[in-house]
């Protein structure tokens, strides 16, 4: 039976290279977006192109009810969850820390940090062995952010990613005995739109020079690792917050 893989923001950057790589690695793929129809469409598109099931899902992570209406939807489409890809996220605008604004602050935490948590409840209940699941592999989506604190940009983002840090290690000791390994990717400056929606499009190559391979990585440098990680090649690890940096933050 071909597994399945659901990555929340597949629609663009890492989510979609991940999306892509995972079908062309034998997974039939759901993706979820949030107002991107027609980047999300294309993403199926692909999948297709390579004969493998594909859906796409319109629901905001800052919503819990739209979160348990995409599960619903996944549990329709394909009546199976192999792997949870939990990558969905946002940057608000860049500031300094005394600047940033309340509404802000609770946007970023609602879909970067409480959206993630009750997805992750809801891959849980379909996944635990304790709950009649077959087991899987949850990858959260950390940054290396949550090391380095967003200092002077974003701190609010910083918070949130340092949550599902702890998120990803509370989960993987709770959870092992379930038959679900998780683990997390703390990817660096990646070529992807999110930059300029923090209101800096030239972001990566502003801070490049502080990384030590001196370039920005690519969404599917960030996919090989998340790949990796839902393998049977990594069925020992658990609990990994796995930098794909090119060496920036060690
Ligand atoms: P991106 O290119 O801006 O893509 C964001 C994806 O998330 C899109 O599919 C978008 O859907 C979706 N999304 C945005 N807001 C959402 C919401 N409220 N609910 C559901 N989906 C939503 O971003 P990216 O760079 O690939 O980032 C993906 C993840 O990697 C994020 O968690 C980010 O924090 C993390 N990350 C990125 C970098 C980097 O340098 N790029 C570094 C470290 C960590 P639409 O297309 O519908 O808008």
Known sequence: MTKLMLITGGSRGIGAATARLAAARGYDVAISYAVNQEAADAVVAGI???GRKALAIEADMGKPE???????????GFGRLDAFFNNAGIVGKAARFVDIPLAQLQRVLAVNTAGA??????ATRRMSTRLGGKGGVIVNMSSIAA???GANEATDYGLSKGGIDSLTIGLAKELAGEGIRVNAVR???????????MGVPDRIERFKTLVPMQRGGTPEEVAEAVLWLCSDQASYCTGVLLEVTGGRGI
């Open 48 to 50: 297709h192109a390579l």
């Open 147 to 149: 090391k380095m604190g």
């Open 117 to 122: 948590f009750i997805a992750a409840q809801e």
């Open 187 to 197: 990817p660096g400056l990646i070529h992807t739109e999110i930059h300029a929606s």
């Open 66 to 76: 739209d979160i348990a209406r995409l599960f619903k939807a996944v549990d329709a």
